[in-house]
């Protein structure tokens, strides 16, 4: 068996320096934030394998259904010779696009980058294993810096799926987007999973499941937090909030400091007050509607090629060429 090649763009020091600079800015400021990367420690990847299979997180099986149904389509379209996941995490969805590349037959190389080096070992392993002759070239790093360094040979399809695109706000998905534009030759693809806005009780749902699972998920940055800066944060401090931002289109999560908490931040000899009732920023989570994801696209150098959504119209899979 051929093993997968790893190239390492982002090591654990330099990940520990990002959480340190950033817990830094965001526990001090006002209102308090974090961004949503460090939920995905060991724990918080398996609480999301754990989200993506509650009966009210629709967006794992929407976008499953569009690619069960387009995935030769892309195949066909895009001829690919490598495909290049981003954020490729457990890369269950993803199968479906290299069975459908290998079997138009240009399919030769297997690009994922995650943040995350165990993920991305497993996933890659697993792949190899399963995929005969396909070269699986592993990249460790964070989609919003690596992607200048992508191997693979042109036609390139990058795969951005699950709208995770959803966690930038505008700025930073216009820098993305051109960032992977710029990356890519004349063209070369991007297949781009997005969250539709849709009725907010079935959103607010999504994301505040009746298990409770969610509301772990989301405590779970502060076990990151503890455990990675030596801080002494008690999650149970803290509720769950998910809420949508009509005006902006976004989901937002929230901590909500349930009683008044003092926490000791020993990596930074930081202590961090908040009042009750304070809350915690830890992630948005962007609905987009056609013209948007149309618009965005185009601003970054893409033209918009195919735009799929799943019977229910929950969910689309954006097919866009450089
Ligand atoms: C992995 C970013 C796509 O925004 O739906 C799931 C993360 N957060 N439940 C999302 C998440 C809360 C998820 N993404």
Redesign the pocket.
Known sequence: MTEPVLDVHLTPEDAALALRAEARAGLTARPKWLS?KW?YDAVGSEL?ED??RLPE?Y?TRAEREILVARAAQVARTTGARALVEL?S?SSEKTRLLLTALREHGTLEEFVPLDVSPSALTEAARAIVADYEGLRVHGVVGDFTEHLGLLPGAPPRLVAFL???I??LIPEERDKFLTSVRDVLGAGEWLLL?T?LVKDPDVLVR??DDAQGV?AE??RNVLRVVDRELGADFDPDDFAHV?LWNAEEEW?E?RLRAVRPVRAHVAALGLDVEFAEGEELRT?V?AKFRREGVERELVAAGFELCEWWTDSEGRFALSLARA
């Open positions: 949503p939920f999301f989200i993506t997180y967006p954020g995490g699950g709208g995770t959803g966690n999973g969250d999504a994301y969610t998920f989301n998910a989901i999560m992630e989570s």
